[in-house]
């Protein structure tokens, strides 16, 4: 295979993969069954597409060559099962082996699939690195990295996830009612991962992933349609929509990064940015607590109003930040809020405030010693800054990431 068709080929794989494996459990009802059926569908598309040729609809030519292998394996069973009763019945037994039947079809496969994978039965990091594995094509060494989890860890629960749904038979149909309500949580969760990971992907050679983003912003609105009380999910969904408004602006021609406060802001999505503020106010009207997620979609929406980087409100923006490490515990969280310290009360301060905190828990994090290389940049200690950020650029598995960092530290 050439190497355009082997990038075609992912590229393809992760634009339908989330889809078709959605749409399989579905038609199986086994998650597991499901996921190697499509990954049966890919390598039949390596295999094939170098001597027939790329199909017009790629994406229907993989949900047919899955689907086939799996009718196929239902015959297989159905016949096994055939022959079981048989010998049960010249026993005088049980039929010891049954077919999975087909289910009715469910509005949106994919939210039905986080649903399911969301299930009580599974650890909340489970249900978290399941998903991200079905719906983002994550690997696991992504996942591991998202979570700052030993990749073996994840494997393992990811491994333990699949056999537990098994296990508890765990119904493959979107729940309702009280069910969906106490999974609504979970589903929020991952939606924000997989928002994240199109957002800043943690490896690869592209730093954005537009689809992954669209499609937690369409996610999201599903969920707002289906709990429109809940203030959170109306946070979620601004957060995604002032975030994802960005995207044209954060990167150059050839994909390199452009940070925010260098963006070109004329270059934001006006009406992605209409609808985020809209959510937020749909979610502080009302009237309950405010949770995470819309402290962060005020976060964004205090960058969304500045015209330009000099008009942000980052005094505003610290305090945001630091009501969301108060209600989070999280050290990432706190590290944002040290940035924003930086830019409201400079970065002498806020260099104060990083070596004072415990971030042991970002051990082998690359933001961190770029946030320290940048606070000690614009403090004028150029070659302290340079290591620190060449020590940054060592540890992100992003291809246009890890340039930029490179050339950040040789610019000093």
Not at 172 to 188: C, F, H, I, Q
Request: aromatic share 4%; glycine share 6%.
């Amino acid at each position: 295979m050439t190497d355009d068709l082997h990038r075609f080929v992912e590229t393809i794989w992760r634009l339908e993969s989330t889809r078709l494996i959605a749409a399989l459990v579905r038609m199986t009802r086994d998650v597991g069954l499901a996921e190697d059926l499509a990954q049966d569908a890919l390598v039949a598309a390596v295999s094939q597409w170098p001597e027939s040729g790329v199909p017009a609809n790629p994406g229907a030519w993989l949900m047919a060559v899955a689907k086939r292998r799996a009718i196929d394996g239902f015959r297989r069973r159905e016949r096994q099962a055939a022959i079981y009763a048989e010998l049960a019945e010249r026993r005088g037994g049980d039929v010891v082996d049954d077919i999975a039947a087909a289910v009715d079809h469910v509005e949106d496969d994919v939210l039905r699939l986080m649903f399911i994978c969301c299930h009580p039965a599974l650890g909340s990091d489970a249900q978290v690195a399941l998903t991200l594995r079905l719906l983002a094509g994550l690997t696991t060494g992504e996942i591991a990295r998202s979570f700052l989890t030993p990749v073996p860890t994840v494997a393992a629960r990811i491994t333990r996830a699949k056999k537990t749904l098994a296990q508890v038979e765990a119904p493959m149909d979107e729940p309702s009612g009280d069910e969906r309500v106490e999974r609504l949580t979970a589903v929020m969760r991952v939606v924000y991962l997989l928002f994240n990971e199109g957002y800043s992907a943690t490896a690869g050679d592209d730093w954005l992933r537009a689809d992954l983003c669209a499609e937690a912003v369409r996610l999201g609105r599903v969920l707002a349609g289906l709990v429109p009380s809940d203030p959170e999910v109306h946070g979620l969904v601004a957060l995604m929509e002032l975030q994802h408004s960005r995207a044209a602006a954060r990167t150059d021609e050839d994909g390199a990064p452009i940070l925010l406060l260098d963006q070109d802001r004329s270059r934001w999505d006006g009406l992605l940015i209409r609808r985020g503020l809209a959510a937020l106010d749909r979610a502080t009207s009302l009237g309950k607590d405010v949770g995470s997620y819309v402290l962060q979609a005020e976060i964004a929406a205090c960058h969304s109003r500045a015209r330009t980087a000099d008009e942000t409100d980052w005094a505003r923006i610290a305090s945001a930040y630091a009501a969301l490490a108060a209600a989070t515990g999280s050290v990432v969280v706190e590290l944002n809020r040290i940035v924003a310290v930086s830019f409201a009360e400079g970065p002498a301060a806020a260099l104060e405030l990083l070596d004072a905190a415990d971030f042991s828990a970002l051990d082998g994090y690359h933001l961190l010693p770029s946030v320290r290389g940048d606070l000690l940049a614009r403090l004028g200690r150029i070659d302290e800054a340079r290591e620190e950020i060449t020590y940054a650029a060592s540890l992100t598995d992003n291809t246009q990431e890890r340039t930029m960092l490179q050339q950040r530290a040789a610019n000093l």
